[in-house]
């Protein structure tokens, strides 16, 4: 008997840690344009995933005027742990622990997102009942996603100081720049609070509103085709340089407009 009890020891417990070592178990299935990675946990709601997914697809081409270059993958994390693990791997940062607010990324070839599900328990600010944010959150990501296929840094690992750019542009061309936002940058800018360099625009409470007013502003002095063509660089310079302008008279012109247009 004891040596029966041995052997099934022998056999049990390895595999149970096999199994606990396995990764989640992704289904996969594949769209028009993209795959789509789950789990369990999002079988049902991936209907709706799918048709946030697809809205978001559609205002993208719309917005740029032109397809995705290329297929990418999307990956509905079941839990925060998954997407860090993920996050670290990508980022190649073993010690990194996202914030609250980050529920998803995307780069040329993949979009990751904690699920929705899992929002109000393990995110802050983000609400999944609020169908527009919702919709704008996807949006945005698959802004950094066509963004990614057209840039010299598909993931955007090799940019310089180009944050206002690619989270204005996603923050803009998905619809976050709401009237909210470009009043409270217009009365910064009023308040002789706005920052004095590009560089900062990505930081604090406004940065939303800052980056994205800036892309917002761009567009309105040079046009959507030029916007689109700066979608290829990875340096500040680059695109200053492609407008013709300083970061000073950008910024000078930026204040203009914000404050005289509100
Ligand atoms: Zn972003």
Redesign the pocket.
């Given at each position: 008997m004891k040596i029966y009890k041995s052997i099934l020891f022998i056999i049990i417990v390895p595999f149970l840690i096999v199994l606990k070592a396995q990764p989640e178990t992704w289904k996969r299935e594949k769209h028009d344009g993209y795959k789509l990675f789950y789990t369990t946990q999002d079988s049902e709601s991936k209907r709706e995933y799918l048709l946030y997914i697809e809205r978001g697809i559609d205002s993208v081409r719309k917005f740029f005027g032109s397809e995705f270059k290329k297929e990418f993958e999307i990956y509905v994390h079941p839990n925060r742990k998954s997407l860090d693990e993920q996050w670290r791997k990508d980022w190649n940062m073993p010690d990194f622990k996202s914030e609250c607010w980050m529920v998803a990324?995307?780069v040329a070839s993949k979009l990751d997102m904690l699920s929705p599900l899992q929002w109000a328990k393990e995110s802050c600010e983000h609400d999944y009942a609020d169908k527009l944010k919702t919709q704008q959150i996807i949006a945005?990501?698959l802004v950094?996603v066509f963004h990614g296929q057209l840039n010299v840094s598909p993931d955007f690992s090799d940019v310089t100081n180009l944050d206002w750019f690619?989270?204005g542009l996603?923050?803009y061309a998905s619809g976050q720049l709401d009237k909210v936002r470009i009043s409270e940058i217009s009365e910064t800018i009023s308040g002789n609070k706005a920052p004095n360099s590009l560089d900062n625009f990505w930081t604090g409470k406004l940065k939303y509103g800052f980056s994205g007013s800036i892309v917002m502003y761009i567009e309105q002095k040079y046009g959507r085709r030029k916007l689109i063509e700066l979608l290829k660089f990875n340096k500040k310079d680059e695109i200053l340089n492609s407008l013709n302008t300083t970061e000073m008279d950008l910024l000078n012109g930026w204040k203009k407009y914000f404050v005289k247009s509100n």
């Open positions: 990324s995307g945005h990501e950094h690619v989270e996603a923050t």
